[in-house]
């Protein structure tokens, strides 16, 4: 199937025999795009404008052609713009303020998580049309190596986010938000911030579960340190302790996490966990640093192309959940019984 993931990254045959490998990661990724920019008078006119700015982060000719806008005029484009830009090039500096900024330019609580969403989402895109452009060419290794950095913010406490935006009273959940989570805990302060856009929301979390829970392919343990690694890049300390902790419960060593998140890339984890950290984390960057060569390192360690898939799907996802999670609150920890 054609669609927008393909001519982001390139029309190449070789990409779109890759992506059937995981099909219905294909239908999910054009739903959240024509939800989020499929027209109609419910859709934001600032989300074009937000989609082009990290287009033209990214340096994607393909993408700013695709997402082509009219000039940033009026204070919401301009303020569009602006928060695009953040939460491409910066997302671990994302304040309250930043949010202000939007409410002083005429954006409601919900046009907010619209906004963010979108500009997540296209951040997701387009590391995940470049990590399937990579494993389709193995261009060759060109730039610094990628790495992540740990240090002592990071940990495996279970900490508190607290939003800045307001969410949805508890009481005022209704059936379609329970739906909308598929098992999630709807009443947490995330997912009721989230919870102000329905359509994306939905379109998300089956993305979310068709990249971490799907059969076969990369084992889970990896998907999760694949999430760690590129939460470490943006600095999303909450993130971090998430999936270090799910990665562990799932069967990473945990003295190795530790390390991961004491060291970063110079942590002694495993030659095949350091090489799943090392394509995740060159994924992370903006534009993208991961080569040919951590590419062919990873299949001579034997992953098989489904594996690299995933592993490529779970990286990019959290280019949108960490800008998520750093635009939307604040972590607070560790967390109260």
Avoid at 307 to 326: G, K, Q
Wanted: aromatic share 4%; with cysteine; glycine share 8%.
């Amino acid at each position: 199937m054609y669609d927008v993931i393909d001519r982001l990254a390139g029309d190449l045959p070789e990409v779109t025999r890759l992506r059937a490998l995981r099909p219905r990661l294909v239908g999910l990724q054009q739903r959240a795009h024509d939800v989020l920019f499929g027209g109609g008078p419910a859709v934001l006119p600032e989300l074009r404008v937000a989609a082009r700015a990290v287009a033209a982060a990214h340096r994607q000719p393909a993408a700013l052609a695709h997402y082509a806008a009219g000039p940033e005029e009026g204070r919401r484009a301009v303020a569009a713009a602006a928060h695009a830009r953040l939460l491409t090039h910066a997302p671990g500096t994302a304040s309250a303020a930043d949010i202000e900024a939007l409410y002083a330019a005429g954006f409601a609580d919900a046009e907010i998580v619209t906004l963010s969403q979108a500009i997540a989402f296209v951040n997701q895109q387009l590391q995940l049309a470049a990590g399937l452009r990579l494993l389709a060419t193995g261009r060759p290794a060109e730039g610094p190596t990628p790495t992540v950095a740990g240090g002592p913010r990071f940990t495996t406490e279970v900490l508190t986010w607290h939003p800045t935006v307001r969410p949805i009273p508890v009481a005022e959940l209704s059936a379609e938000h329970h739906r909308a989570l598929a098992g999630k805990r709807p009443d947490t302060p995330y997912f009721r911030t989230l919870g102000h856009d329905l359509a994306i929301l939905t379109e998300r979390t089956a993305i979310d579960l068709a990249a971490f829970a799907s059969e076969g392919g990369l084992p889970r343990a990896e998907r999760e340190l694949a999430a760690t690694a590129v939460s470490l890049h943006n600095g999303c300390v909450y993130c971090v302790s998430v999936h270090a902790r799910l990665a562990a419960r799932h069967g990473l060593d945990r003295a190795a996490v530790a390390r991961l998140l004491a060291h970063g890339s110079d942590a002694v984890i495993g030659r095949r966990a350091s090489l799943v950290v090392r394509l995740a984390a060159g994924l992370a960057p903006v534009p993208t640093t991961a080569t040919g060569a951590d590419v062919a390192d990873l299949r001579d360690a034997g992953l098989t192309d489904l594996e690299l898939v995933d592993l490529v799907h779970c990286a990019a996802f959290f280019a949108w959940a960490n800008r998520l999670m750093l635009s939307l609150g604040t972590h607070h920890g560790p967390a109260t019984p």
